[in-house]
């Protein structure tokens, strides 16, 4: 049986093992562009439902799922995030009402969470993450047994996910050209190997360094709905210097008494100090057992209730219909998207995609009845419709890969209409936005038949690598004789941050001789990782 704090740790070693795997799962990115990001981005999600465990105790395994799906939606960042929060919220549905988990829920929260992933998403790419969990899900609820054990049910399902990973380039053609397995289901494997690694008494500790597990900013003010939700309102830490003349040494101990004074307990013992965070109406007593073990040092108590008034007080006032969320990287950008209407700009894009939360957080600093999301990245999107229903505004999310696109929906906001036509006429005229991006290759590759040397500069037209070549001034002319193939009215050049004035100009100028019945308009757009955004309508 899988009880609450046994589910609880497996997500804690789950996030350790993820994060100290995850360059090499970024590794696995199909393009040798400079984005390979799903390791990052799935280590953050399931960190932030890492973080969250640590601070409950002694739950249902129900509980403790659903407080881990919670935690992972909002922390969901990237295609492989989102997918990953669908599947754990699938699986706390599946466990929902459940004190403990024996091996036949558990084959039912597998199912489950598959069945969450699956109708969430549009249109399933097979050979992917998806197909890595669905296939071992369906294996699992094949072959279970009455006498298997939960241990033994969520060691087969492993198996069956690493078994489906290592068929994932005959599904899809792009991983078997680039002789990969998926990313997002090496992704999902790790983090499973994790967790059975804790139910076999060997929980991964993480290998970089640790941060503290509770953090400076901790403002728990912010999981509560309202005051009434508060019923500890103080929040109490400290660090007890262990000594050795002291009546108790054994931080359990401690432990225990918070808990029956408190919750979100949370006390890490490193055999000279022991850290302590707990929730209590009595934080005196809290620091009088604490002294019982050592002298105290680094005290705070907050009291969560004023704390949560004030926060409700800067909570900005609703002033205006409408309001936009616009995700860009680079001060040139950012500056673009302020200066045309945006209310707030969410720091991402390549490499950096921000979290569902990060998103809602942006969303609730607007004055705005309605929000429209620009995500500006087809990674993005995803994220960002998970943050609708989660705010008291509306969100309407338009789905825009790239800058270009974002500018463009801003450029045809009508807000004389209603807020859904107003995104169908954003939706329908990014349609006709034509985008392509000039980087470098990250590291030597084959791609579509061509050899790919490290540092080579890489054309992409519609997100797909088009063009290789040395030379920037080939690789632009060789970009727009395809962008131009139908023509185009409007161009406009944004340059990155290690380009130059002189050499954005220059760029400009070349394609004014290729096209010069078009208006061509180069900006500075500091963008990292891109040389150049161009886009064509």
Known sequence: MITGNMFRDMVISAANNIENQKNSINAL??????????????????????????????????????????????????????????????????????????????????????????????????????????????????????????????????????????????????????NVVDAGGKGLVVILEGMLLCLDGKSVEASGEVQDEVPADFSEFNIFESEEDIVYAYCTEYIVN????????????????LESIGDCVVVVDDGEIIKVHVHTNHPGRAFEEALRFGSLVNMKVENMREQFKEKKAEAPKIDKKYGFVSVAAGEGLASLFKDMGTDVVVEGGQTMNPSTEDILAAVNKTTAETVFVLPNNKNIIMAAQQAVGLSDRKIIVIGTKTIPQGITALLNFDDSLEPQEAADVMSEAVSGVHTAQVTYAARDSEFDGQAIREGQLLGLVEGKVSFVEDSMDTLVK??????????????????????????????????????????????????PVYHYIFSVE
């Open 242 to 257: 262990k000594e050795s003349s002291a009546p108790k040494s054994d931080s359990g101990e401690l432990r225990k008494y």
């Open 29 to 178: 990115n199909v393009f040798p562009v400079p984005d390979g990001d799903t390791g990052t981005n799935m280590s953050l999600t399931i960190s932030a439902a890492a973080k969250t465990m640590r601070t409950v105790s002694d739950k249902s395994v129900g509980d403790t799922a659903n407080l881990v799906a919670s935690a992972l939606l909002k922390g969901a960042r990237g295609n492989s995030g989102v997918i990953l929060s669908l599947l754990f919220r699938g699986i706390a549905k599946g466990l929902a009402g459940l004190e403990s988990a024996d091996s036949s829920a558990l084959a039912k929260a597998f199912a489950s969470g598959v069945a969450a992933a699956y109708g969430a998403v549009m249109k399933p790419t097979e050979g992917t993450i998806l197909t890595v969990a669905r296939v071992a899900a369906e294996n699992t609820t094949a072959n279970l047994k009455k006498t298997d054990s939960a241990r033994d049910t969520f060691a087969f399902y492993l198996s069956q996910a690493k078994a489906t990973l290592d068929k994932t380039p005959e599904m899809l053609p792009v991983l078997k050209q680039a």
């Open 478 to 527: 060789e970009l727009f004789e395809k962008m131009l193939a139908d023509g185009g009215e409007f161009i406009n050049v944004y340059y990155g941050e290690n380009v130059t004035e002189a050499d954005a100009k220059h760029i400009g100028e070349l394609i004014e001789d290729i096209a010069p019945d078009a208006e061509v308009i180069v900006l500075p757009g500091g963008q």
